[in-house]
């Protein structure tokens, strides 16, 4: 029988506290442990954990895979936190808040090279592919990255870059860990891309989500801060829409308060924004988009071949992540 997610997310997070790091050197390692420590949904070394479980094989031997896409995640986010100029981690001081710059760069340096250590586990012909698609990934990732840094400049975005920046910088990893799960645990290259597709395309659904929820959740049961994106002026599928969907007049000034010459700030940017964003129905828009790509996820996973009960798991778990209101 396959296991739950609940219990996979127990073993992992049980597994992820013997984790032993150096106790050299404590500037570079303490802030490893702390970002670590914050804790979070911990999506990508379960969905590692689920797709070796979903062909029988015991779930330690993905352990090493799980820990190295965790850790590239985490490194993925201290260096993000860093170029976003960002105080806060899930309610928590940034590494370079709380330590400093340099020691932030360091520490998600060490991270970055852990994970790969991680892999080192595996025999020499498994290691191979494991390396050739977390190398493959690691620079879709950087791509993805550094197309979100050159939207904040440009005016000029469309669906289509957002769905690809969204795809690199989210979405590859997910489907990255989920291969990696099934290669480990014994699936057929054919069974390995089905896996990578329906993680992949749940990623995309999930980051459509959480756009979504930016703007619309109520702040009460999201946890989070009403309209991060806007008051980043991020351009996500919501505002690109929009600017599509509104009149020329109301599209010039969603633009415009996107722009650095806005004279509107804070909670009133967000409001107007939101408003704008309301008036035009784009949230209706932005959740069929996230429905179609998780039925395309869903897709994939019926094409696997393995016993349905198994799959339920991974659907179900797809379904609570891409229905959830935080």
Do not use: W
Request: overall charge negative; charged content about 25%.
């Amino acid at each position: 029988m396959a296991k739950s997610i609940s219990e996979l997310q127990k073993f992992y997070a049980t597994s992820l506290e013997k984790v032993i790091l150096p106790n050299h050197t404590p500037n570079l390692y303490e802030p490893v442990s702390y970002l670590l420590g914050l804790g979070g949904k911990r999506i990508r070394p379960v969905l590692v954990l689920a797709a070796c479980d979903l062909y029988g094989k015991e779930i330690g031997g993905a352990l090493a895979a799980a820990h190295a896409i965790e850790f590239f995640h985490n490194f993925s986010l201290m260096h993000d936190d860093i170029m976003d100029q960002a105080n806060l981690r899930r309610g928590h001081e940034t590494v370079h808040i709380k330590y400093d710059l340099n020691t932030a760069i360091l520490s998600g340096d060490v991270m970055l090279i852990k994970a790969y250590e991680f892999l080192e586990a595996y025999p020499l012909e498994l290691q191979v592919q494991l390396f050739k698609l977390f190398n493959s990934t690691s620079v879709k990732i950087c791509e993805g990255q550094q197309m979100d840094v050159d939207f904040e400049s440009r005016s000029d975005v469309s669906i289509d870059e957002y769905l690809n920046m969204i795809t690199n910088k989210t979405a590859v990893l997910l489907g990255a860990g989920m291969k990696m799960g099934g290669l480990i645990g014994g699936a057929s290259n054919v069974d390995a891309d089905h896996l990578y597709q329906f993680a992949k395309n749940m990623g995309i659904a999930f980051q459509i989500q959480d756009d979504i929820l930016d703007v619309f959740a109520d702040s009460a049961d999201s946890g989070k801060k009403e309209g991060g994106d806007i008051l980043q002026k991020k351009k996500t599928y919501l505002y690109i829409k929009s600017l599509e969907l509104l009149s020329q007049t109301d599209a010039q000034r969603l633009s415009f308060l996107y722009s650095d010459q806005t004279e509107v700030v804070g909670d009133k940017l967000v409001k107007e924004a939101r408003n704008l964003m309301l008036d035009c129905h784009v949230k209706v828009y932005a959740q069929e988009l996230k429905e179609n790509y998780q039925q395309l996820s869903f897709s994939h996973l019926s094409a696997i071949k393995v016993d349905d009960d198994h799959k339920k798991v991974l659907k179900e778990y797809a379904q609570a992540l891409l229905n959830r209101n935080s």
